[in-house]
C-alpha cells in the first residue's frame, strides 16, 4: 500500500467514482457487447430486442475472446460510437 | 542531575567517550539512546534509536550529543562531540582525565541525506491534514494518479508524504496557513495544499516561496482568477517573476525564455495551474470553458531579464526595491512573434512593434485586452543607445497607437466587426492606461521581440495584473 497526500479539496470520495449516470436512455445510442461466452449471444439478442422495442438506437460488438481484456480498437470504438454499453457475462 | 547522550558506534569520538558515559551512568541518571547498534556501549543499559525518533525530536546533527535537562524533563543546554572542559562545566564534575582535550563528533544518523525529510515525514505527519490516499501496490504511481484526475495531462510526480514535507522545508509559514480563497469551488487554500501541488507539479522546494506568491496573487480581488477560468477566450494565468530570488533559483530570462527546458520556469507555472484544478476545481470542459486555451495553460512562467538591462524592472515600475522579489501576475494568451531586423532607431522599431501591437484581438479591438511586450536584448540595445526610459517607449507606442475612430467602427475595411460607428469622430487609444507593460527577456542573438496579448477583460471589468513580493 502506497499512502497520497490528497492533492484536491477533498469533496470528492477518495475511492473512484464510476461516470455518472445517464438519467434515462432516450436517444442515446447503446452498444451491447458479447465477450464471446457461450449464450452471451442469447442474452444480447433479447436485450436487443427490448431496447429496439423502446425506440433505441443499437449496436453490437464481439470480444475475440472472453479470456483477455477487449482490444484497445474495440474499446477506442464503442466509446466513438456508443452513449453507453451493456456488457454480456453468460454460460 | 538527568541527562541523555545519543550515541552510534560508528563513531570514533563515541567510541574515545565509552569510559566517560560509564562514570555518568554511575553517578547521575544518563538515559543513552544508541542510533545503530543497542549492544553499543557494552554492559550497559541502552535505549534503542535505530529508529531514530529520539534523534530526530532533539534535532541531533552530531554524536556524541549530551543533553542535560531540569527536573521538568526541559533541555538545560547541551554539548556535541567531546570536548573535555564543556562536558565538565555541563555536568559541574571532573571527567575523562585519560582522553584528549577534543575530538569533533561525527554526524548523526538523522541527518545523513535524505533521511531528514524520511523522519520528517514518518514522525512530524501529524502536521499534515490532507487526506491520506491509499494506493493499491499492485497499481503503477504516476497512473494511479491520472486515474484519480490530478494531472494536466502530462505526468505528476506522486505526493508521498516524505514529498510533501520536503517541499515544506522550502517555507517556513505553517502547513495549515490559510492563503486564499480558490475559485470556481470557492476552497480555502492552505500552504500544505500549495505543497501537495508543488510536488505534483515537479518543484524544488526552493521554488515554494514563488509558487505560494504566485497562488496569494492569483486569489486577488482584482486578478479575477475566476472570471479568468471561466472565459470562453484564450488567456490564463503567466506569472513573471522579478528580482534577486528568480536568479537564486535558476530561472531562464534569456534563450528560450518562453519555451522548455528549465525547471522552475516549468513547474513553478504549472503548479499555479494545478492549484486551480485540484484545489479549485477549475477542469476544462467544467467550470474553464475556453474555445481554444492556449499552450501557456500547462504552464506559463518566465524570469525578467534584469542584469545589463538599461531599463527598471516590471517590479521596480509597480513600486517595489530592486533588492524585492516579486511575482506579477498576467491573464495571458499565447505568444506572437514581432521580427524587425532593420530598425536601428527607437521611432522606426516603435512603429513596427506598434503595428503588431495593433492586431491584438483584432485589429479594430480597443481598450479591451492589455498586453506584455517582451523586448529582446537586441531590440533593447536600439533603445538604450537612443536613452529611452521604458516609459519613453511606452508612450510613444501608446501615442501611436491612438487611432482614429473611422478606421475602427463596424463595417470599416468591409469588416463587419468593429465599435459603435458614433464613434468614428474620435482619436482612441488601443490600451487603457497602463495596460501595456514591457519587459526585458530572450536571447541574446535574434532582433525579435514578442508580444503577449491579455485576456479580452482587461482593466476593472476584468483581470488587472497583480504584483505581490515574494516572503
Not at chain 1, 497526500?5 to 434515462?24: F, I, V
Not at chain 2, 564543556?86 to 582522553?99: H, I, M, S
Not at chain 2, 490516499?133 to 506522486?158: F, H, K, M, N, Q
Request: charged letters at 25%.
Amino acid at each position: 500500500m502506497t499512502i497520497f497526500m490528497d492533492p484536491t479539496s477533498e469533496r470528492a470520495p477518495e475511492n473512484r467514482q464510476p461516470l455518472p449516470r445517464p438519467a434515462d436512455l432516450q436517444g442515446k445510442t447503446v452498444g451491447l457487447l458479447d465477450i464471446s461466452k457461450p449464450k452471451g449471444n442469447i442474452f444480447i439478442d433479447r436485450l436487443e430486442d427490448l431496447l429496439v422495442q423502446k425506440g433505441l438506437t443499437t449496436k453490437r460488438y464481439i470480444k475475440p475472446t472472453f479470456t483477455r481484456v477487449a482490444p484497445i480498437e474495440l474499446n477506442q470504438q464503442i466509446a466513438a460510437e456508443c452513449d453507453v454499453v451493456i456488457e454480456s457475462l453468460a454460460d | 542531575m538527568n541527562y541523555s547522550i545519543i550515541v552510534k558506534e560508528d563513531c570514533a569520538t563515541c567510541q574515545l567517550v565509552v569510559p566517560v558515559i560509564k562514570q555518568l551512568q554511575t553517578d547521575d541518571e544518563l538515559t543513552i539512546y544508541s542510533q545503530d547498534n543497542v549492544q553499543f556501549p557494552a554492559g550497559v543499559s541502552v535505549i534503542d534509536d535505530t529508529e531514530l525518533e529520539y534523534s530526530w525530536r532533539r534535532r541531533i546533527e552530531t554524536v556524541p550529543t549530551l543533553i542535560k535537562f531540569d527536573v521538568n524533563g526541559a533541555e538545560i543546554s547541551r554539548v556535541v562531540g567531546w570536548d573535555k572542559n564543556e562536558w565538565q562545566v555541563l555536568t559541574g564534575r571532573p571527567l575523562g582525565f585519560d582522553l584528549p582535550n577534543f575530538r569533533p563528533g561525527c554526524g548523526s544518523k538523522s541527518v545523513d541525506p535524505g533521511m531528514p525529510e524520511k523522519l520528517s515525514a514518518r514522525f512530524d505527519r501529524d502536521k499534515l491534514q490532507s487526506r491520506q490516499v491509499s494506493v493499491s501496490t499492485e497499481e503503477d504511481d504516476i497512473e494511479a494518479c491520472y486515474e484519480r484526475g490530478w494531472s494536466d495531462g502530462l505526468p505528476v510526480v506522486p505526493p508521498t508524504a516524505e514529498r510533501v514535507m520536503r517541499m515544506l522545508t522550502g517555507t517556513s509559514r505553517s502547513p495549515e496557513e490559510v492563503v486564499g480563497i480558490v475559485p470556481p469551488d470557492l476552497v480555502t487554500c492552505t500552504i500544505e495544499k500549495i505543497a501537495i501541488n508543488a510536488v505534483l507539479a515537479g518543484c524544488k522546494p526552493e521554488y515554494l516561496p514563488v509558487v505560494i506568491a504566485s497562488v496569494e496573487a492569483a486569489l486577488q480581488d482584482e486578478f479575477c482568477m475566476h472570471g479568468l477560468l471561466a472565459t470562453t477566450y484564450y488567456s490564463g494565468p503567466l506569472v513573471i517573476v522579478n528580482g534577486p530570488l528568480s536568479r537564486a533559483i535558476g530561472m531562464n530570462s534569456r534563450g528560450n525564455v518562453l519555451g522548455q527546458g528549465n525547471r522552475a520556469n516549468a513547474t513553478i507555472g504549472r503548479a499555479l495551474q494545478l492549484v486551480i484544478r485540484n484545489v479549485g476545481g477549475g477542469k476544462p470542459g467544467g467550470v474553464d470553458r475556453s474555445a481554444f486555451g492556449n499552450p501557456g495553460k500547462y504552464t506559463y512562467c518566465f524570469a525578467e531579464d534584469e542584469t545589463n538591462s538599461c531599463w527598471e524592472s516590471l517590479a521596480v515600475e509597480k513600486g517595489f526595491s530592486e533588492t524585492a522579489s516579486t511575482v506579477t501576475l498576467f491573464a495571458a494568451d499565447g505568444m506572437q512573434g514581432i521580427v524587425d531586423q532593420k530598425s536601428r532607431d527607437p521611432e522606426s522599431l516603435s512603429r513596427s512593434f506598434a503595428a503588431a501591437l495593433r492586431v491584438v484581438g483584432h485589429p479594430k479591438m480597443i481598450l479591451a485586452s492589455d498586453a506584455i511586450l517582451v523586448v529582446s536584448p537586441e531590440h533593447e540595445r536600439i533603445y538604450r543607445q537612443a536613452g529611452w526610459a521604458k516609459q519613453d517607449v511606452k508612450n510613444y507606442l501608446n501615442k501611436i497607437l491612438t487611432i482614429d475612430g473611422a478606421e475602427l467602427v463596424a463595417g470599416a475595411g468591409g469588416i463587419a466587426e468593429g465599435i459603435p460607428a458614433k464613434l468614428a469622430g474620435k482619436q482612441l487609444p488601443k490600451f487603457r492606461e497602463g495596460g501595456l507593460n514591457i519587459v526585458r527577456a530572450g536571447g541574446s542573438a535574434g532582433m525579435f521581440s514578442a508580444i503577449i496579448a491579455g485576456w479580452g477583460a482587461s482593466g476593472s471589468i476584468g483581470s488587472i495584473p497583480v504584483t505581490r513580493e515574494i516572503k
